[in-house]
């Protein structure tokens, strides 16, 4: 079983940043790919990036939509992803999600059916 629980969510005037982590739960067989997305209102949960979990090497992969802006990292433990957002626009402002899945990142990671658990998500609000 996967448990996932995002945080750093809030507000922020857009041109700030903000980092968003998800702390990870879970066995490393069932997390081979920990991913972020968000849900705007009215909008599809869209993808923003990605990293390989619990394998040899490592990978991170990025939506061309927040490449330059946004990124995904880990702490050393394994046990925390962040999401980096750097000049954040009130496009930005959405539900973000942490999902993990237990096939590789390189299968689909752009898929949301991809993913078998979510958090439980952290609200970004970017005002102009």
């Known amino acids: 079983q996967v448990h996932l629980v995002e945080s750093g969510g809030g507000s922020v005037q857009a041109g700030g940043s903000l980092r968003l982590s998800c702390a990870v739960s879970?066995?490393?067989?069932?997390?081979?790919?920990t991913a972020w997305f968000r849900q705007g209102l009215g909008k599809e949960r869209e993808v923003l990036a990605a990293?390989?979990?619990?394998?040899?090497?490592?990978?991170?992969y990025t939506a061309a939509s927040v490449k330059g802006r946004f990124s995904i990292s880990q702490d050393k433990t394994d046990q925390v992803v962040y999401l980096q957002m750097d000049r954040l626009q009130p496009e930005d402002t959405a539900t973000y999600y942490c999902?993990?899945?237990?096939?590789?990142?390189?299968?689909?990671?752009?898929?949301?059916?991809?993913?078998?658990?979510w958090g439980q998500g952290a609200q970004v609000t970017v005002s102009s």
């Open positions: 999902a993990a899945g237990y096939r590789p990142c390189y299968l689909g990671w752009t898929s949301v059916s991809h993913f078998t658990y």
């Open positions: 879970a066995n490393p067989s069932d997390n081979k790919c």
């Open positions: 990293m390989a979990m619990n394998q040899p090497g490592s990978g991170t």
